[in-house]
C-alpha cells in the first residue's frame, strides 16, 4: 500500500455533504470528487469542508510512494531546510518551524486528507523558491519534487490537493 495524490484546478459546487449520499463511490460523475477532510489538519483545506464536489479545470494525479518511501522522502526535504533532527524532535516541536518552507506539507497526514488552494499556493511558492537547494539529490528525489510542485500549481488555481 501506498499514498496517492491527486490535484484538481477549479473545484466547485458542494453537491452532497457526505459520500453516503452516494449508492456507492463509483457512482460519482465525470469531474466530481469526493474529498474527505483530516480533522486534525483541518487549517489546510482553507475552508473546504468534507463532501461531493466537481471540478472544472485539469487533472493531475502520482504516486507519491509507499508511506515508508514517502516517509523518507519528507524527511530528505525537511532536513535540507531544517536540518537535520529526528522526526520526535520535529513532531514534538512543530510549532517552532510554523514559518518554514514545506511545513504544511512536512506537517500533514501521511494517508488522508487534502489541502485547499491558498495553502497549495503557499506550497507552490515554497517548490518553485528554494528548488535550487536541491539539485544534488538523487534522480528519485527530484522526480517526486518535480511531481509535487506540479500538484500543488495546479491546486492554486482555486484547487485541491487530495491524499488518498
Not at 72 to 100: A, C, K, P
Not at 122 to 141: A, I, M, P, Q, T
Not at 144 to 151: L, N
Request: include cysteine; hydrophobic fraction near 30%.
Amino acid at each position: 500500500m501506498g499514498l496517492d495524490i491527486s490535484a484538481y484546478s477549479r473545484v466547485f459546487d458542494k453537491k452532497y455533504l457526505l459520500l453516503e449520499k452516494l449508492e456507492d463511490e463509483r457512482e460519482l460523475e465525470n469531474h466530481e470528487i469526493y474529498l474527505y477532510g483530516n480533522g486534525h489538519f483541518s487549517k489546510h483545506q482553507d475552508g473546504i469542508g468534507e463532501g461531493v464536489y466537481s471540478f472544472k479545470g485539469d487533472y493531475f494525479s502520482f504516486g507519491a510512494g509507499s508511506y515508508g518511501t514517502y516517509g523518507e522522502w519528507r524527511r530528505e526535504l525537511r532536513s535540507i531546510v531544517n536540518g537535520e533532527m529526528e522526526d520526535q524532535d520535529f513532531y514534538s516541536n512543530y510549532h517552532l518551524f510554523e514559518n518554514t518552507p514545506f511545513f504544511e506539507l512536512i506537517n500533514f497526514s501521511d494517508c488522508e486528507g487534502f489541502i485547499g488552494p491558498k495553502t497549495s499556493r503557499k506550497l507552490y511558492n515554497d517548490f518553485v523558491k528554494h528548488e535550487n537547494k536541491f539539485k544534488g539529490e538523487s534522480s528519485y528525489f527530484l522526480g517526486k519534487y518535480e511531481q509535487w510542485k506540479e500538484a500543488f500549481r495546479l491546486a492554486s488555481n482555486n484547487g485541491i490537493v487530495d491524499f488518498h
